[in-house]
C-alpha cells in the first residue's frame, strides 16, 4: 500500500506492507539515526516524536503515523549549528558510542518542551525508557540539567 | 511475521471486521507487537484502533470514572478527573513502562492483556471496576474480577472488544502504590501491592503473586473488625497470604515473591500507622 509520511516538515510517498513498522520504513527512507537495537519495545533507541511525543517506532506501524507529525535527530541539526540539546551532550560527555544517543536526545527535547525546567528527578524520570551501556547516565542527566542552568532555571538538586 | 493490518474508522466497521478468524485488537501496540515478534502468538489479521473515532473519553459519571479504550497512560496521567478523583489509579500509571510506553500503551489495553502483572490492573481492582464490552448482542458490563479470568484469559468472546471501563471514585480514601521490579523503569512486577483505607475501611490487592491481580477480602474484613487497626500483624499478614499463589518465573521465585509479600505488608502498615492510622 501507499502511505504518506510526513517526516521532519517533508512529505514522503512510500510504497509499504500493511504490518510494517515505522522503524523499518523510516530507516528505508535514509533517517538513519533511528536505531534499531532490542527490536521488542525494552531499550528506547527507535525513539521517534509522534506529534512532539515519544515513541518507539519498533512497535508502531507506519501506517499508523499518516497524518501525524514525525520527527527524528535529523531534524534538530540547522545549517550546521546543533540543537543546545545535541550540544550539551557532546560538552558533558554525554555520547560515548553514540549509539543511544538520537533516542536520548529526542526524549530530551520532548521533556523540555513540555517542562522547560525539570529537576533532577524529572529529568530521570523522562529518560528512564532510554537505555545507555557506556555511560551510567550520569553525563546525559547533566547535559540537560545544564540546558536549564544556562537558561536560568533554578537547580533543586 | 506477516500478517494483514486493518484499520477501522468506525464502531460498526470494527464490530463486522471482529467476526473474522484469528484476528487481534491492538491499541497501543505495546504488548501484542512484541508478543507477536516473540513468536507467542500468531494472527492473521491485526484490527488497529488508531483510526477508530472517539472511544479515547474520559467522563466523570458521579461517583464513577468512565475511561475509553482508546485512553493512552499519559492521557490518563494528564486527567483533572483521574487527578482529583482516582489518586491511586495516577499512582499506578506512573509506573507503567517509559513515557514512550505511556504515550502508547492503554489502560484498557492492559485490562485485555489480563497479565497478572499490570499495573493499572491493582486501582480497577481496589474501586470495583466495571468492564464494559461491545458486541453483536450490543453492550453490558462484567466486575473486573470476572472478565479476567488467568494470565492472558478473560471473558471476552468471539466479536467483542472492551468498549471502556468504570471504576468508582476514591478521592476521599488515602492510596498507596508500591511495585517491586528488577529495575525502576520498564520493568515488570516481581510483587506490588495497593491499597486505599478510610476510616475503618480497607481495600487491599497484589498482583504479580496469583494467576490473577488478587484482592485479599478476608484481611480487609479483619481490619474493619478490628476497628481500622491491625491487631496481630501476622493473623493479618495470615489472611493476605491465603490469596497469593506465586510461581517462580524468570524474574523471582515464588518463595522470594511471598517473602516480598510479607516484607511489603510489614513495612506498609508501619508507615501508615504513623500516617493515617
Not at chain 2, 498507596?176 to 481495600?203: C, P
Amino acid at each position: 500500500m501507499m502511505l504518506e509520511l510526513t517526516v521532519n516538515g517533508r512529505v514522503h510517498s512510500v510504497e509499504i506492507n500493511p504490518g510494517e513498522m515505522l522503524l523499518d520504513v523510516l530507516r528505508r527512507l535514509g533517517y538513519k539515526s533511528v536505531r534499531r537495537s532490542c527490536d521488542n519495545a525494552s531499550c528506547g533507541n527507535c525513539t521517534v516524536l509522534l506529534d512532539g511525543k515519544p515513541i518507539l517506532s519498533c512497535t508502531t506501524f507506519a501506517a499508523r503515523a499518516t497524518g501525524h507529525k514525525i520527527e527524528t535527530v535529523e531534524s534538530l541539526e540547522k545549517d550546521g549549528i546543533l540543537h543546545p540539546i545535541q550540544e550539551s551532550l557532546l560538552e558533558t560527555g554525554g555520547a560515548q558510542c553514540g549509539f543511544c544517543i538520537p533516542g536520548f536526545a529526542l526524549t530530551a527535547k520532548a521533556l523540555l518542551e513540555e517542562n522547560p525546567e525539570p529537576t533532577e528527578e524529572e529529568i530521570r524520570e523522562a529518560l528512564n525508557g532510554n537505555l545507555c551501556r557506556c555511560t551510567g547516565y550520569e553525563s546525559q542527566i547533566r547535559a540537560i540539567l545544564n540546558i536549564t542552568h544556562k537558561r536560568g532555571g533554578l537547580s533543586n538538586d | 511475521m506477516s500478517f494483514d493490518v486493518l484499520m477501522p474508522e468506525s464502531e460498526d466497521e470494527l464490530l463486522t471486521l471482529l467476526m473474522s478468524e484469528n484476528a487481534k485488537i491492538m491499541a497501543g501496540g505495546t504488548d501484542i507487537l512484541v508478543r507477536i515478534r516473540a513468536g507467542k502468538i500468531k494472527p492473521e489479521k491485526i484490527i488497529s484502533l488508531s483510526k477508530v473515532r472517539g472511544m479515547d473519553e474520559i467522563i466523570d459519571k458521579g461517583d464513577r470514572i468512565y475511561i475509553g479504550c482508546k485512553v493512552t497512560h499519559s492521557a490518563a496521567l494528564s486527567s483533572e478527573i483521574l487527578k482529583e478523583h482516582s489518586p491511586i489509579m495516577l499512582m499506578a500509571l506512573r509506573e507503567i513502562g517509559s513515557p514512550q510506553i505511556r504515550n502508547r500503551g492503554t489502560i484498557v489495553g492492559n485490562i485485555v492483556n489480563a497479565s497478572p502483572a499490570g499495573d493499572s490492573i491493582i486501582p480497577l481492582y481496589l474501586s470495583n471496576a466495571r468492564v464494559v464490552i461491545s458486541g453483536p448482542k450490543g453492550e453490558y458490563k462484567l466486575p473486573i474480577e470476572e472478565f479476567i479470568k488467568g494470565p492472558g484469559k478473560t471473558a471476552l468472546s468471539i466479536g467483542e472488544f472492551v468498549r471502556a471501563v468504570e471504576f468508582e471514585k476514591s478521592g476521599s480514601w488515602y492510596p498507596l502504590f508500591y511495585k517491586v521490579g528488577q529495575r525502576t523503569a520498564m520493568a515488570i512486577a516481581i510483587a506490588s501491592i495497593g491499597l486505599l483505607v478510610k476510616d475503618n475501611n480497607l481495600r487491599i490487592a497484589f498482583g504479580s503473586v496469583a494467576p490473577t491481580v488478587v484482592r485479599a477480602y478476608k484481611a480487609e474484613r479483619y481490619f474493619e473488625r478490628n476497628n481500622g487497626n491491625i491487631a496481630v500483624m501476622d493473623e493479618f499478614i495470615e489472611l493476605c497470604m491465603e490469596y497469593i499463589s506465586p510461581i517462580d518465573d524468570v524474574r523471582a521465585s515464588a518463595w522470594y515473591r511471598k517473602e516480598v509479600i510479607k516484607n511489603l505488608l510489614r513495612d506498609t502498615f508501619n508507615s501508615l500507622r504513623k500516617k493515617v492510622l
